[in-house]
């Protein structure tokens, strides 16, 4: 027999709802997205538009390295390989020869970097960059060892800082370093005497002509390595005994001048 609490309860309880209003609420969701407009990005057909401080892939400036070993020492993956060789030059003015060296191999293993950015940091020389590249992905992780010509490629797409924001305040330039006042000693007769204010400042120094501005940087220009120089370069060190993987890289390095020296002159 049901006693007047449990009627109370059974009045308070809310109505069940209908069986399937949750799946027709489902539908009802998905058809208002389906009649809507997509504004998904259509990749890789549409490329997306990315930051000048995109942190994509680091790019290797060859020209800008003195093998100094610094980015090495200091991953902290050691994913960033490195060789190189002396050379020595006979001065021109004649005296000691000096030794320089050259740089054979300059490689880094995306497979172990963590993108930390710290050899960006440390490269005393900006022979580092981040490069907003994305689309290097491979089918092998054996692939991702990327060497210096692939890392120099991708210094083209290497974009300018951003411009400055409204309000914000421009760099101060280096002034140029003041002039030191040089000072003559007196004779001992004419120390008693005190000096005329005239006598004790300084003149004003010269103010330094200004020159031509610089020229600016002639834009790089991608290009494909020359076969022939590659060809011709690759056989000359492997007759010398060199190593075929620095051997490989030198006619590499060497191919990549001559095209970009064929384009200049083309341009030119």
């Not at 057909?45 to 400036?61: D, S």
């Not at 100094?68 to 020869?97: F, L, M, N, T, V």
């Not at 005497?193 to 790089?220: L, T, V």
């Amino acid at each position: 027999m049901a006693t007047e609490t449990d009627r109370i309860d059974e009045n308070e309880r809310p109505p069940r709802a209908l069986p399937g209003i949750g799946l027709l609420k489902g539908l009802l969701v998905t058809l208002k997205h389906l009649m809507s407009r997509s504004i998904t990005q259509q990749y890789p057909h549409e490329k997306p538009v990315l930051p000048p401080r995109t942190r994509g892939v680091i790019a290797l400036k060859q020209e800008n390295c003195t093998v100094c070993w610094k980015c090495s020492r200091e991953c902290p993956d050691w994913c960033i390989y490195i060789e190189s060789h002396k050379e020595s030059h006979e001065p021109a003015s004649g005296g000691r020869a000096r030794s320089a060296k050259v740089l054979d191999r300059f490689a880094i293993d995306f497979a172990l970097c963590m993108y930390c950015g710290i050899c960006v940091e440390v490269c005393p020389f900006d022979a580092l960059f981040w490069s907003p590249e994305f689309e290097y992905s491979t089918y092998e992780i054996s692939e991702l060892t990327h060497e210096k010509e692939k890392l120099d490629e991708w210094t083209y797409k290497v974009l300018p800082p951003p411009e400055l924001e409204e309000g914000a305040m421009p760099p101060q330039e280096a002034e140029p370093p003041e002039v030191a006042a040089v000072t003559i000693a007196q004779p001992a007769a004419a120390s008693v005497a005190s000096p005329s204010p005239a006598a004790a400042s300084p003149a004003p120094a010269p103010a330094a002509e200004a020159g031509p501005p610089a020229a600016a940087p002639a834009p790089r220009v991608e290009v494909e390595p020359d076969a022939a120089t590659y060809e011709r370069v690759l056989k000359e060190q492997i007759d010398k005994g060199v190593n075929p993987r620095v051997a490989e890289g030198r006619a590499k390095a060497a191919a990549v001048r001559a095209a970009r020296e064929k384009a200049q002159e083309g341009g030119g």
